[in-house]
């Protein structure tokens, strides 16, 4: 299924440019019995500076979508690092604290590992409050076994509060996205350089198939890879849960 959708919004966006640059070369062939030397000149500025604004655009929205992605995969490590450490140190504590920490920490990793196969819009409401009441386990039972030995507070607090801290800045993470009205400005502005691209074509009279459709296709590709950079639990570039698969915990 979300190959399907992927592959429907690829030929969308390239049949969207398609047609941008199919009627900006017809515009152009009209225009072009009229056409002097000067604006002829004149349409090749303007070609080169809406291909640099599509550049610039371009740069920075990939850029801040490949930076959050790589942000997302960072907290998943952190997260993976944090359970890993809490089961350790749960080791120190006592006896049933010892026990109802790691079978906690189990459970919630579980949790974890199965959250993107649950839902791929983000987190709903139903996830949120799985979590918050796994994160009151999780300090019910470190908290009541250092509350019997107090010298291991900072020992065994400190992993699991990262444990909660982490799931806050992996939700904050999921909601940033690329803001709609510059998505909309960075579409607008790659069929806008399409079709003054086609309308150069037209007024030379020449269609050029090879160029200007190895265009179409990188424009749309950047497109296609930007907004699915963006969204790393829908689409085909999918962010990696193996850090918390990796996690051994064995049997008490």
């Given at each position: 299924?979300?190959?399907?959708?992927?592959?429907?919004?690829?030929?969308?966006?390239?049949?969207?440019?398609?047609?941008?640059?199919?009627?900006?070369?017809?515009?152009?062939?009209?225009?072009?019995?009229?056409?002097?030397?000067?604006?002829?000149?004149?349409?090749?500025?303007?070609?080169?500076?809406?291909?640099?604004?599509?550049?610039?655009?371009?740069?920075?929205?990939?850029?801040?979508?490949?930076?959050?992605?790589?942000?997302?995969?960072?907290?998943?490590?952190?997260?993976?690092?944090?359970?890993?450490?809490?089961?350790?140190?749960?080791?120190?504590?006592?006896?049933?604290?010892?026990?109802?920490?790691r079978a906690a920490l189990q459970d919630y990793t579980r949790s974890r590992i199965e959250i993107p196969a649950r839902s791929r819009d983000g987190w709903n409401e139903e996830m949120l409050a799985e979590a918050d009441r796994l994160h009151g386990r999780i300090w019910r039972a470190a908290s009541t076994g250092v509350a019997r030995r107090p010298e291991l507070s900072l020992v065994i607090l400190t992993p699991v509060n990262e444990v909660i801290d982490v799931h806050s800045?992996?939700?904050?993470?999921?909601?940033?996205?690329?803001?709609?009205?510059?998505?909309?400005?960075?579409?607008?502005?790659?069929?806008?350089?399409?079709?003054?691209?086609?309308?150069?074509?037209?007024?030379?009279?020449?269609?050029?198939?090879?160029?200007?459709?190895?265009?179409?296709?990188?424009?749309?590709?950047?497109?296609?890879?930007?907004?699915?950079?963006?969204?790393?639990?829908?689409?085909?570039?999918?962010?990696?849960?193996?850090?918390?698969?990796?996690?051994?915990?064995?049997?008490?």
């Open positions: 299924m979300v190959y399907l959708v992927e592959a429907a919004i690829a030929v969308g966006l390239l049949a969207t440019l398609s047609i941008a640059l199919d009627l900006g070369f017809r515009a152009g062939r009209r225009a072009g019995a009229s056409e002097h030397d000067g604006e002829s000149g004149q349409v090749g500025a303007i070609q080169g500076a809406v291909l640099g604004l599509l550049g610039l655009l371009l740069a920075f929205s990939f850029a801040a979508a490949g930076s959050r992605f790589f942000e997302r995969q960072d907290l998943i490590v952190q997260e993976a690092n944090a359970i890993g450490t809490s089961w350790l140190r749960a080791e120190l504590l006592d006896e049933p604290q010892r026990s109802e920490l800045l992996r939700v904050n993470a999921s909601i940033k996205h690329v803001p709609g009205l510059v998505l909309a400005l960075l579409v607008a502005c790659s069929l806008l350089s399409v079709a003054v691209i086609g309308y150069g074509c037209g007024i030379g009279g020449r269609r050029r198939w090879l160029l200007t459709l190895s265009l179409v296709l990188v424009i749309g590709s950047s497109l296609w890879i930007t907004v699915d950079l963006d969204h790393p639990r829908q689409g085909l570039l999918q962010l990696d849960d193996a850090p918390l698969k990796m996690l051994k915990f064995p049997a008490q």
